[in-house]
């Protein structure tokens, strides 16, 4: 079967276009995370830029990855592998967090926790994140207990544990989160509130920790780490806002090496206390590096311990007091792990602005196969029944030997393929519609509505040369949900190749088709479903007939809906003898009266291997009675004929991708595209 690669048609803002990215393509460099740079700490014209950037929001501030120690040592991931949930309930929430296996759990809303001040435990193997902004633990503390590793806690405000005339934290003991003796923890876009005693302990042993991007806020103890006279702890502490807190900023105690980079301290609480109000304190044994961090309005920045070791270089202080001790050497960070900093200037803006829960983070959960999940199916069934966020399955490059099915009930999904060209990434199998018809031949099922597929091939490699079958169609995709979006895919098969319909005859459901390759024979764009083809490829391959090598199109359209298939601005190309291949045929399955095909071919090059009457009749029904145009087709196989009816220009305004597309709720995948 002949494949061609990812090549889009020619366009003439193209060229500009990609001179646009290309441009683009350094300001991101420029911008990128700290977490998510390269080796080697970026030099004075890339710092200088990204601080002249920091505003923007051209690029992301961090990454999905944890960086710095929680990086180390096998890494963390979290709830990776395992099945994603949504919880909007204590209840639930507690269920999944203490759970045996692994989960990806989504925060959706404010849990009020009770009793006042109860612990939620979270036990090894899971991502607790919230969706968007709205992710809230309130009156409650996330407890991890020893021997707990591989943890995950992203884009949650945690707040409202305080008890009033409380202030030490003296009577309760009631942390946003604590930890002891826990291993690869990756504390990430949290805010942390008016608790009950710590924001955040970390205690007892604990490894390979990262805290990173958050916002500790109007309390007394921020964050507290040691409780031991072992020197265990590696934490990477970095673009922290510390608000209106008065001491632990952080305190931290025997800690074998505690990296602090780009916090932000500010505003900190004004109480006289000539001791316990301080920045950062190097307690114990600590081996402490601070570096471009920025200390405004606070007393005692940073000190140590006359046992301890600190390290500092780059950060600035303003309106500061007290302590500034450094001595010793400490340690190397670049000697565990890379990373590049944020000049210390640019530390306030950024910090206030990309640091605490972010309206990005938690909406779109990427699923990586096989990273996460060892089959995309296998992905596909970690998604929860009823999906409200969207969920990317990234799937590397290689060849998927399997069936895939997306249940009605899932809806939300991107598929897509992390390969360089749409031919890396193959999703394929060989079933013919002898077993099961075309649901039971279908390399790929998409049932449910608003699913997405990227740079990816769709195949179905039946052989019907060499088997003798009654059924050899065999689709390598077919659809039914509402609102799908093919983007940079190819569909490789002969009969039946691409089947898009609708759960039944009167539902509309909608694809869209764009920059695509499409190949087959026999009726292999078919279906009843509204369909847009635009800006692709199309290949009817020969049967080696000199009369009859195939029907591009099967439309089986709805007759009270105006809008079937519409092929626009593509090409059509063939290896068929000339004039030996059918623009389409109408398709009235099991012989459905209401079954009225619309097909519009416009703007299209066709080949030579197309007919002069380019339609046929199917099954007794007669292509005349079918709704068949074409409008301002080019190439050799175009003409004007008395059997090629052509669409009016005043008709052709009421026939675009846009009007195809619409329906009731205004769907536009293609807007803001090049052309439209």
């Known amino acids: 079967m002949t494949h061609l690669r990812s090549k889009r048609l020619p366009h003439k803002r193209r060229a500009l276009a990609a001179v646009t990215a290309l441009i683009a393509s350094f300001v991101v460099g420029a911008f990128t995370p700290a977490e998510a740079a390269g080796p080697e700490e970026a030099g004075p014209t890339a710092r200088a830029t990204a601080g002249a950037v920091a505003g923007s929001s051209a690029a992301p501030r961090w990454s999905d990855r944890p960086h710095g120690f929680a990086s180390l040592d096998g890494g963390t991931t979290g709830g990776a592998g395992g099945k994603v949930v949504t919880v909007t309930d204590q209840a639930s929430l507690v269920r999944y967090a203490s759970a045996e296996e692994p989960y990806v759990i989504r925060v959706k809303g404010a849990i009020d926790v009770e009793p006042f001040g109860s612990d939620i435990v979270v036990t090894s193997n899971k991502t607790l994140i919230g969706i968007g902004d709205t992710g809230e633990i ?58 009950g005693d710590g924001l955040l302990d970390i205690r007892k042993d604990s490894r390979y920790i990262t805290v990173s991007h958050n916002q500790f806020k109007n309390h ?83 000190q140590a311990d006359a046992t301890a070791e600190l ?114 990434t193959v999703i394929v199998f060989d079933t013919p519609a002898a077993n099961g018809g075309s649901n039971g031949s279908a390399t790929v099922r998409i049932l449910a509505s608003d699913v997405t597929a990227r740079n990816l091939t769709f195949s179905n490699d039946f052989d019907e040369a060499a088997h003798e079958v009654n059924g050899e169609q065999a689709l390598a995709m077919k659809t039914t949900g509402d609102r799908i979006v093919f983007e940079d895919t190819a569909f490789l098969g002969n009969q039946d190749t691409l089947m898009t319909d609708s759960p039944k005859l009167d539902v509309i459901s909608r694809v869209y088709i764009r920059d695509s390759y499409i190949e087959g024979d026999v009726d292999f764009i078919y279906g009843r479903a509204t369909t847009v083809i635009e800006r692709s490829l199309i290949k009817a391959l020969s049967r080696g007939s000199d009369s009859n090598n195939g029907y591009i199109t ?107 597309l619409a329906g009731t709720d205004g769907w536009a995948p293609h807007r803001g595209r090049a052309g439209h």
């Open 220 to 302: 007394n103890k921020a964050l507290g780490i040691g409780w031991t006279t072992n020197v265990r702890t590696e934490i990477t502490i970095d673009h922290n806002w510390f608000t209106g807190t008065k001491q632990r900023n952080p305190s931290a105690d025997n800690c074998a090496y505690a990296h602090l980079y780009n916090n932000y301290l500010s505003a900190q609480v004004a109480d006289g206390d000539p001791v316990w109000t301080y920045g950062n304190w190097a307690r114990g044994r600590t081996r402490m590096v601070i570096e471009n961090s920025y200390y405004d309005g606070v007393q005692h920045p940073y």
């Open 311 to 424: 390290v500092q270089r780059g950060s600035i202080l303003k309106n500061v007091t007290g302590r500034q001790e450094t001595w010793g050497t400490a340690f190397e960070p670049r000697d565990f792990y890379s990373y590049r900093l944020d000049p210390a200037a640019a530390v306030p803006a950024l910090v206030t602005r990309f640091s605490g829960p972010q309206k990005s983070i938690g909406v779109n959960t990427v699923l990586n196969v096989p990273g996460d999940h060892p089959t995309v199916q296998a992905a596909v069934d970690a998604v929860p029944a009823g999906n409200d966020g969207t969920v990317t399955i990234r799937i590397a490059p290689g060849t998927y030997r399997a069936k895939v099915l997306i249940p009605a009930n899932k809806p939300n999904l991107v598929l897509q393929g992390t390969g360089q060209d749409r031919s890396d």
């Open 554 to 660: 099967a439309a089986s359209t709805w007759k009270e809906n105006p809008y079937g298939f519409l092929i626009t601005r593509s090409k059509v190309v063939s290896d068929a003898p000339a004039g030996t291949y059918h623009l389409g045929r109408p398709w009235h399955p099991g012989g459905e009266p209401n079954a009225i095909a619309q097909v519009l071919f416009r703007e299209t090059e066709l080949p030579a291997a197309i007919k002069s009457s380019p339609w046929t009749d199917m099954s007794g029904f007669s292509w005349k009675d079918a709704r068949f145009t074409e409008y301002r087709t080019y190439g050799p196989g175009s003409a004007v004929t008395a059997d090629r009816p052509q669409l009016d220009d005043a008709d052709a305004s009421t026939h675009t991708v846009a009007k195809y």
């Open 138 to 195: 309130v009156h409650g503390e996330l407890h991890l207990n020893p021997g707990t590793s591989n943890v995950i806690i992203r884009n949650l405000t945690i707040r409202d544990s305080y008890v009033e005339g409380d202030w030490d934290g003296k009577t309760t003991d009631f942390d946003a989160i604590q930890m002891d003796t826990v291993d690869h923890v990756w504390i990430d876009h949290n805010r942390f509130e008016h608790m």
